[in-house]
């Protein structure tokens, strides 16, 4: 069995996002709505990319650090603490937008919760991480 290649799976799964459409039509995630995120390394400034799952909130982006269950916080997250000025390809376009960590409790949970009804596969994160599970709100720049 050949080793897994993460570079290749993603660069697939990007280009089937971009042959239909924005979404991905076979493979475990079919049907799931993603978008790829472009950032820039904390430390490095080197760009980086992350395909992540998201929900929507009044025409904002909404993604879960949840680094697929991980007990460790995602590195993108840090990404974007250092540098919150981002793109995003998401439902066929792409868009420089800005990345906000909901920091405030009421609004994390509101919008976590709001995640889980649209992604109900979330909901066993919290528990299996062991931490709270950061939230980001990404604004199309064209919304600003």
């Known amino acids: 069995m ?6 290749a799976f993603e660069d697939a799964l990007i280009a089937e996002m971009r042959a239909n459409n924005g979404e ?3 493979g475990p995630l079919a049907g799931h709505p993603l978008l790829v995120l472009s950032s820039h390394g904390a430390k490095s400034d080197e ?3 992350a395909i992540l799952t998201f929900s929507r909130d009044n025409g904002d982006y909404v993604v879960a650090g949840t ?4 007990p460790t916080t995602p590195s993108w997250i840090h990404n974007l ?13 792409t868009v ?9 409790a009421d609004e994390r949970d509101r919008l976590w ?7 109900p596969w979330f909901a066993d994160y919290p528990a299996q991480t062991g ?10 720049a064209d919304r600003n």
Do not use: C, M, Y
């Open 47 to 49: 760009p980086r990319r």
């Open 113 to 119: 919760n709001q995640h889980v009804a649209r992604l």
């Open 131 to 140: 931490r709270t599970i950061p939230i980001v709100r990404l604004t199309p």
């Open 96 to 104: 420089p937008a800005r990345a906000t960590i909901v920091d405030g």
């Open 24 to 26: 991905v039509t076979s």
């Open 2 to 7: 050949p080793d897994f290649d993460p570079q």
């Open 81 to 93: 603490r250092e540098h919150p000025d981002v793109t995003i390809e998401a439902e066929n376009r």
């Open 67 to 70: 680094a697929g269950g991980s």
